[in-house]
């Protein structure tokens, strides 16, 4: 930390804050400078709680220097995370992009099928699909619950594909983590503390999202919350942020993947239908997420958009979607990165 | 529900949306006009889901118009929720502001004595504290848990002072329903929809926080989810949103208060604490949200700011508290609203 | 400025960034943490471009200290500033509240003469209204010119109030430098330097709006222009920024106007018009404006808003604004200001 | 436009609305709903004043639903502009990536001559640099003037690149009118109406930067005050707004490049430099940029980032630039689009 003296602070108000600092155990550094005194504090850990020098006489302002995140942290490991799943090529953290797709919500057995050969056939490795949907409204569509898990379960078997779906509280965790080979945890509970400590109890990996007003910082503390119970396998995930910009339902902002991949070793991946909450913005948006280096794609494809139970505004059509993993090699190999190919027909998929 | 066409769209398009619409069950009212055509849809209950019409050839955009609350309008209930307080004087709603004061979080037993006694005696009615703390940082102290709550529940026994304490998840609001008053649900759980309904399923009135970037809508519709429930004692509160503004943690949104009076029956406070995030704008703000209209304050206050275990830097002392009271007496009394008086003396406070 | 190490960096990195702060010609000094180091930089003005530091090898983050704003600041001049204009009781900046009001736009003589009076005797001391306008469209009305500004040198003359009225270029300047009393620079000119520092050069007091999207910094720094050039009567104006908020057209942050007075000496005024767009919000954001501690507030008045060319919807009634003055009054009375009595009549001000 | 009705408003009022309508001279088309009453309004062309509807009894809501913009829009020109600069293969709208690069301020000879050579070599098509500065501070490198734009018109005969630099006044306008081949308007002056009038009289094509917190309409609006004086030649450029995010220097939002594309016939170009404000987040946003479908790219190149007089920081090496524009043409490839191949060798550009 770094306390800066007012321009007329005195000498004796100076002293003061250091032999404050002094007291609480840490080490002052005083810098007398042309205008100003600024006094810089070592040996605290983060945990200083603010406040304590903000109001003493002289003092302009305190500014926190050490990072307050730590196992996300690449300080701490410095190669990154790559997450297996055992008896399969998928990843999601290598060279290979991990590419997830399916529909907003679970709607019935035949919907999540039909998108599953789908998705499946143009190269997806992942199945997504809410099985608890957090609406806004509570007179909306919530999920089919244990009864989607299961679909999905069964798509796993049929095509191969790893399963991705969202827990909204404790209850659903344990069935999520049961049926599902990555944990999501939506936007809206980027913060809900239980529930992230809970997900760090978990054996699977966790795909974070970022909350809609998240910091990188406090996107990375909630990373930490699900490392700090001893579950290292988290994903993040960008999905667009709120901002006052109109023309997309949020504002999806790709530099947070090189600003992540910089400071931290975990992989990151890219939500492209939320982030832009419109259909026609989806693909171009998606050739940006794998150009600016996103270790992956999470994209809503729907079989019937506008029969959709939930966002179907924003769901790529099955076709959209397989042109668009086309689109997404092509710029992979352009940038020194590669997806996994897609398996030669549908029967061996069914296989 | 209205569909507005691109300004080429041909008669052919007009007509098939509008069968469209009629198909859904609604009707559709096309207005042709000087460049464009648009068309209404009536019949609709808020539920259609978006993305029905949105791509359909020779539409330039869908616009909602009905708002999707209902419990917390005025058009359901015109006049102003009052929650009442058997035995006391209390009330949130009424013409009397509620005055809300304590520490961030309970630390121990002295603490919260220590400030209890001050805030009681300069005319608080209701004292908030923490036992269950979200905290960015997972290695930050979290709170005393029940042992908290018990403190609380002994304080209102001593000063006769109503209880405001956060639950976090399922687990914290069973306990907080047992010893509180009042439940407040935080803004990082705004859009925890389980714990929403969850708290609509108590007996107490819930003070629900706006969410860091949350809308009016989305505000509501939260409130929505517990009065869904059944639990209709709500009450709002502002406590700053996210912006690019810097010289504050949060901005202090206080044309929220009109806007909520306007639309909805429900009580709304402010929280200039949180608002602000810096001790010397908690008095100013404090002053403005009365004069804005809000029906009450949340105001942290601490005995030891400077040994606070959380939020220190925003905690007014506790003589600044007693006078910034002085001042909403006479800023409310300019605008037609009251605070009860305070008790006579801390002994009367202690009988 | 602050240079922060990485954790790993090595003790020939620190060397080499001291060595380098040195050949710069100023002064290092490396603090030497648990676990990592930092660089304090002292002797620096403010014009160390950066850069320099940041992507040499170990460099974590490069931070700035020192702030950038010098003549704006109470470090210059502790004491307030205020605006006297000779011959009458106004001043901005005092004990009493400034109170400007008057339509957007100068729309005709009758219209002005019309709001006018019926805001001086409601106990305005300055008259505004738009003769330059910056409008969104090319194709809305862009304001009357100098006949505009002749209408209220008028007013002037007749009711005794001082003129605020806004400078769009260095042409509209001049002519409001010869006929107004305060030149007004708006919102979407706020960093337009080039205007700021013309601005700088005239002989009369500057109303600076702040810019939709400006940090308190950039506000100050825009001031520090026009202060740079040699005029010191500026007088700060915060009129809402843009938030994601949807509820009012811009977000109005009362909290700026502490927030300036703790670290400037230039009075801050408020804009409720342009600050909540909306007519119902403009009553309850001007008490709270002088609650909150602002020097004076400017208000939209227009004796038929539903006819007016531009920002209708957000101007007060007469009637309104005369009624809200009257709380104004007392509010300003509870905190320690006042505002300056209204005349004895009509009659009086016309003489 | 539509007006929405409360749920409680009686038949008189909703006759009251519709008269009102007629009697400003347009239709009005009532449609009665479950809940409520919508009118809606056709015959308008966007001078609506609001404020007209808004506040008569039994009003809720009124909704613009007609786009004020007109010369910009595809509804006026369905196929893309395309700027062309005789002499030269190099295009601004069509095929062919436009490629602007340059340092920020044009600071010598000596420098601009050596970036001029270096980016020349790579491959780009047009040259950058500023001679007129708007610095947030008064007292930072304001730029060369005439003297830097001399210097660009060398650079534009010496290496066959065409010239874009910035206006900042009516005065600097002028001057860059004369000397360069596109006139950028830059971020803070998009809403400086003013300026944009005057470039709108020139006949070079105007690059015009997106304000930090325009939206897109906004952004149109500020287009069309250019075009709606005869130029049509105008480029848009996304220079990142501003969010609460502090991992860049401002949040690049690429979503806005499928939105002008969607409803504008104008060519979008990205600025990553700016846009994000950091170095080591060009490359990847710039290859983002290329992806998503952006028209072209400006980017900022220093031969000596450290010794920058402005912006230093966000500034490639020209090795860097070099590689960079190797990448772009490979992402361009995937998706349709094409570089134009860098000339042969240094000596050939000195030809």
């Given at each position: ?15 003061a ?41 002289g ?33 999601i ?21 039909a998108?599953?050969e ?64 990555v ?140 042109q ?28």
């Amino acid at each position: 930390m770094l306390v800066v003296m007012q321009a007329h602070a005195t000498e004796e108000q100076v002293r003061a804050i250091c032999q404050k600092i002094e007291s609480l155990g840490y080490r002052a550094h005083p810098m007398p400078g042309a205008t100003r005194t600024a006094i810089g504090i070592t040996g605290n850990q983060g945990e200083v709680e603010q406040g304590t020098l903000d109001d003493m006489p002289g003092v302009q302002e305190v500014i926190r220097v050490s990072k307050p995140y730590k196992l996300v942290s690449r300080d701490v490991k410095e190669e990154n995370t790559v997450i297996r799943f055992p008896g399969t090529p998928a990843t999601i953290g290598g060279r290979n992009l991990a590419i997830i797709a399916g529909p907003c919500a679970i709607e019935s057995r035949e919907q999540a099928f039909a998108v599953a050969e789908r998705v499946a056939r143009a190269g997806a490795q992942f199945f997504r699909g809410g099985a608890y949907k957090p609406r806004t409204s509570p007179y909306s569509f919530q999920g089919m619950g244990e009864a989607g898990l299961q679909i999905m379960a069964e798509i796993r078997e049929r095509f191969g594909m790893k399963i991705i779906t969202e827990a909204i509280d404790n209850e659903s965790l344990e069935l999520v983590e049961k049926y599902a080979d990555v944990i999501q945890i939506g936007a809206r509970n980027m913060q809900n503390f239980s529930l992230l400590k809970q997900a760090g109890r978990t054996k699977k990996p966790v795909m974070l999202k970022r909350g809609m007003s998240a910091t990188l910082e406090e996107f990375f503390m909630a990373a930490e919350y699900i490392m700090s119970e001893g579950n290292y396998n988290v994903v993040l995930c960008e999905r667009g942020v709120r901002t006052f910009a109109d023309h997309t339902r949020n504002t999806l902002d790709l530099s947070i993947v090189p600003a992540v991949q910089r400071l931290s070793h975990l992989p990151i991946v890219v939500d492209p239908s939320h982030g832009t909450g419109k259909r026609n913005k989806v693909t171009p948006l998606s050739r940006a997420a794998v150009a600016v280096g996103a270790d992956g794609l999470i994209v809503e494809v729907h079989n019937q958009p506008d029969k959709a139970l939930s966002d179907g505004m924003q769901s790529l059509y099955p076709e959209q979607f397989a042109q668009l993993v086309g689109e997404l090699r092509s710029i992979a190999g352009a940038i020194g990165r590669s997806l996994i190919p897609a398996p030669r027909s549908a029967a061996t998929v069914a296989g």
